[in-house]
């Protein structure tokens, strides 16, 4: 029972912490609570949370065909992240809207947010090394085996959404602070800010590979 409570809990600490750095998925998560509601910001955290908790598995579980085409596949899958972030910043800084466009949210806009917030993750290649590496770690001291493996991805998945559940409560709270003038010009520097992180990161890769 206690490696059991200290798999879930070092699980707890790790997804915590891999969410916490303000990446494009807290950069959408912040947008869309500031400019729609919290439930459009939480969706990109939890998909971000259960793309967490797949990589976890692959990396608990040592399921060996995913992780080599994970560990194969880095270079498309950084190309295809990169493009994908790119993609969506330019369509926010081209797009407008009026108030009542802004915060009105559909079944299709909402699970666009979800899974934009799983595809960035999804597609993070050192996302599933880290989680490998603290597996690594923790299973060398308090044991293998399903159950500890299990307990771990739990683990994972609750720290995540920890964050993002924080994450998007400090920014609904400064959400009823800003005037709707406002709202559209933080949208279109949230826009400018995931196209530099998209070049960024598409430059980057370009310049390791080739």
């Known amino acids: 029972m206690f490696e059991y409570i ?6 707890v600490i790790i997804g915590f912490a891999v969410a916490v750095p303000i990446g494009p998925v807290g950069i959408i998560c912040i947008q869309k609570t500031i400019t729609r509601s919290r439930l459009s910001g ?3 955290g939890f998909g ?7 990589l976890a598995s692959v990396a608990a ?3 060996t065909v995913i992780f080599s085409f994970i ?3 880095q270079f ?4 295809v992240s990169s ?3 790119l993609i969506l910043g330019i369509f926010g800084l081209i797009r407008k809207e009026s108030k009542e466009e802004i915060k009105k949210e ?5 699970i666009d947010e979800f899974f934009s917030g799983f595809f960035l993750t999804i597609t993070n290649p050192l996302t599933a090394f880290f989680f490998f590496m603290s597996f690594a770690t923790i299973s060398s001291k308090i044991g293998n085996g399903v159950h500890i493996a299990t307990t771990f991805v739990i683990g994972i998945f609750i720290g995540s959404c920890l964050w993002w559940l924080l994450l998007t409560f400090v920014a609904d709270r400064i959400a009823h602070k800003i005037s709707h003038e406002h709202i559209k010009k933080m949208n279109k520097w949230f826009a400018i800010i995931l196209i530099i992180v998209g070049l960024f990161m598409l430059i980057s890769v370009l310049f390791k590979y080739f």
Do not use: K, V
Request: hydrophobic share 65%; charged share 10%.
């Open 6 to 11: 200290t798999s879930i809990f070092w699980g």
């Open 42 to 44: 939480l969706l990109p």
């Open 48 to 54: 971000a949370a259960i793309a967490d908790a797949l």
């Open 61 to 63: 579980f040592s399921i």
């Open 71 to 73: 560990t194969d596949q």
């Open 76 to 79: 498309l899958l950084r190309i």
């Open 83 to 85: 493009l994908f972030l």
């Open 106 to 110: 559909t079944a299709i806009s909402l």
